[in-house]
């Protein structure tokens, strides 16, 4: 599961849908594409990454697999 927000640092409200939906989803990764600069992963396990950072990955096939 991919999300995208326009903001530079998503919060735990923020996630909030993106939590409700592994909840119940269970997909094998969740990650959230922003604006912000740092790469960093949630206690529960969402990716939040740069979009420049994301697209790397993407192209490097390390998101879809």
Known sequence: M???K???????RELRG??????EHGPRRAIVVCNGSA???????IWILR???F???LW????VS
């Open 51 to 53: 979009w420049e950072r």
């Open 39 to 45: 790469v960093r992963r949630t206690a529960d396990g």
């Open 2 to 4: 991919i999300e995208v």
């Open 18 to 23: 993106l939590r409700a939906f592994v909840d």
């Open 60 to 63: 490097g096939d390390e998101v």
């Open 6 to 12: 326009g903001g530079a640092n998503p919060g735990s």
């Open 55 to 57: 697209l790397e990955r």
